[in-house]
Each structure stands twice: as C-alpha cells, then as structure tokens.
C-alpha cells in the first residue's frame, strides 16, 4: 500500500536519487566514475539520480558504499535518522571512489553518517605504485595528513614536502595540492579533511 504524501513531499525513488546526486556532486565526481565503481551502467544511474526507475536495495547498496556513505544516507531526505559513536573495525573502512582512484589511490572511509551536512571525513589512503599522474586536489574546508608507510613529496600551493611517517602537515583545501613525487612505495597515510561549519 502506498504511503500518502503531500503535495510537495517527494516519492521515495525522487528523495533518494537527488541524495545520491547531491552526494555524488559534493565530491566532484562523475556519474561514470560512480557507476563504474557501483557496478552498474551510466544511464542506470543518471535514471535512479532522476527519480524514473525504482532501484533495488543490492543496486542502492553498491551505490552508497561508491559515495561512501551508509545505505541510511541515501533516504536521508525522505526519512531522516539519527546516529551516535561509530566503531570502524582495522581494515574494515568503506573503499569509496574518490578523483584520485584512477591514479592508483585507495580511499577507505573511516567514518560516515554524519547527518545531512558533513563536518570531516577521514580517510586511509594507500598509493601501491608510481604508475599514473598525479591529481591535483581542491576542496572547502582544511585538510590534515599524517603519515604512516613509505615517503612522498606532497605539493601545497608551490611549496613542496617531504613526508615520512610520523610527519604531519595541515593547510587549507582550497589551495591546490597532492603528490608530487612518490619516493618509498607503497605510501599510507591518514587524510582528514575538515569541512566549514554552514553559518547558524
């Protein structure tokens, strides 16, 4: 049985394909390169962001775990939920798509839900080899990188720095950044970027 609505209350299928697509543009990514990492095709997608086709619950699934965020996220404009501490297991991050992916970076997401408006996002980012170019990164809000395996040299603006593990480096996001030049593979390091609080 349908549940009733009112007039300007999105249906389920419209709530959820504009979360997904909002999350999807908050981090500047494609609906090929979200597609790709969900599995399913480009048109599926851009139809599901749309609000034209009903999405399985494997589908939507394959999709939050690509934007990195829990399948709760995804109807958070139709039913919002609420969350307290949350425990992420060693090795145990969501491996999400992000711009670097196709260079080679691995981006495991230490913690999600956060609400509708995301106040930082740790991740775990690990660089196997020395295979692709580089790209560069900006985004709102501060960044925080400590290092944990191997040595790189990471641009900020137009300086450059060589990381070790147990360094540590901090600065804006919206000043480009990103490796330089990998020196000791394979590279860990913990990536933590905190987001401006939106005006009370």
Same mark, same amino acid.
Request: net charge negative; glycine share 12%.
């Given at each position: 049985m349908e549940?009733?609505?009112? /007039?300007? @209350?999105?249906?389920?299928?419209?709530?959820?394909?504009t979360a997904i697509r909002e999350l999807r #543009?908050?981090?500047?990514?494609?609906?090929a390169?979200?597609?790709?990492?969900?599995?399913?095709?480009?048109?599926?997608?851009s139809k599901i962001e749309n609000g034209q086709t009903s999405a399985g619950m494997d589908t939507l699934s394959r999709i939050a775990r690509a934007l990195g965020v829990s399948m709760s996220m995804l109807f958070s404009k139709y039913d919002a939920t609420t969350t307290?501490?949350?425990?992420?297991?060693?090795?145990?991050?969501?491996?999400?798509v992000r711009r670097g992916t196709k260079s080679g970076h /691995?981006? @495991?997401?230490?913690?999600?839900d956060q609400g509708p408006i995301k106040a930082?996002?740790?991740? #775990?980012?690990t660089i196997e080899d020395d295979s692709e170019r580089y790209p560069t990164f900006e985004h709102p809000?501060?960044?925080?990188?400590?290092?944990?395996?191997?040595?790189i040299e990471y641009r900020v603006g137009q300086e450059t720095y060589l990381l070790e593990p147990g360094d540590a480096l901090s600065f804006q996001g919206d000043v480009p950044h990103g490796p330089e030049r990998l020196i000791a593979c394979p590279i860990k390091f913990l990536s933590v970027i905190v987001y401006p609080r939106a005006p009370e």
């Open positions: 549940q009733e609505r009112g /007039t300007n @209350q999105p249906s389920l299928e419209e709530a959820v394909g #543009l908050r981090h500047g990514l494609t609906l390169q979200v597609a790709e990492k969900a599995g399913i095709s480009r048109g599926m997608l307290s501490a949350q425990h992420i297991r060693k090795g145990a991050g969501m491996e999400v /691995t981006y @495991q997401l230490l913690a999600y930082f996002e740790p991740f #775990l980012i809000g501060n960044e925080f990188l400590y290092m944990l395996e191997g040595q």
